[in-house]
């Protein structure tokens, strides 16, 4: 199973800067990956796929990079509907699906 | 639109079973793989099976193998995950989903939250 390590845990940002979250698989994932934004209450929604693409509706501002074993999101310019929880995903080898723990992002 | 209605809350003693179900609508049933995706309280996301709805093929996690069950009804568009031998640690929110690309998950649905207590 491949392990998947997000970091950080938690990261505080202010409104207007830039983020940049981390995901790290325990073996390569070539660019099979996918990043979702999870708000309280909510389902997940899928940001990017294919480590760079970003899905339907997602605004420019949301950027992935990366391969093989390190991934990035970054988010350009805060806003305050960008608060939530960032999951990393890698679905390379399966099964099982792995997810990482989630990095929270919080307004500083 | 594609949409995925969930069925609602439950409540079960440790040891039972439960049956979630999600009745997907907005697309041909049987085009893509219905997966299934759990969250404790305060937890990540965890994938647990997924089932093809046109030929019945199903994978689970080793995690949960022998204990869910994922099956369909073609009929009424719906989807059910079965979970046996509840324990405390089942506690939490799930998740049905398709992924109508790869095996990234696009759309999902609202959720079910279960909740094992005594």
């Known amino acids: 199973e491949i392990v998947m390590t997000q970091s950080p845990v938690t990261l505080s940002v202010s409104l207007g800067e830039r983020a940049t979250l981390s995901c790290r698989a325990s073996q390569s994932v070539r660019n099979m990956l996918a990043w979702y934004q999870q708000k309280p209450g909510q389902a997940p929604r899928l940001l990017i796929y294919?480590?760079?693409t970003r899905a339907t509706g997602i605004p420019a501002r949301f950027s992935g990079s990366g391969s093989g074993t390190e991934f990035t999101l970054t988010i350009s310019s805060l806003q305050s509907e960008d608060f939530a929880v960032y999951y990393c995903?890698?679905?390379?080898?399966?099964?099982?699906?792995?997810f990482g723990q989630g990095t929270k992002l919080e307004i500083k | 639109q594609v949409q995925l209605v969930q069925s609602g809350a439950e409540v079960k003693k440790p040891g039972a079973s439960v049956k979630v179900s999600c009745k997907a609508s907005?697309?041909?049933?049987?085009?893509?793989?219905i997966h299934w995706v759990r969250q404790a309280p305060g937890q990540g996301l965890e994938w647990m099976g997924w089932?093809?709805?046109?030929?019945?093929?199903?994978r689970y996690s080793q995690r949960f193998q022998g204990r869910v069950t994922i099956t369909r009804d073609t009929s009424a568009n719906t989807a059910y995950m079965e979970l046996i031998s509840l324990g405390s640690e089942d506690t939490a929110v799930y998740y049905c989903?398709?992924?109508?690309?790869?095996?990234?998950?696009?759309?999902w649905g609202q959720g079910a939250l279960v909740t094992v207590s005594s």
């Open positions: 294919g480590t760079s």
């Open positions: 989903s398709i992924a109508t690309s790869a095996f990234y998950f696009d759309y």
């Open positions: 995903q890698q679905y390379n080898n399966w099964p099982p699906y792995t």
């Open positions: 907005g697309y041909t049933f049987t085009a893509y793989a």
């Open positions: 089932i093809n709805p046109g030929n019945l093929n199903t």
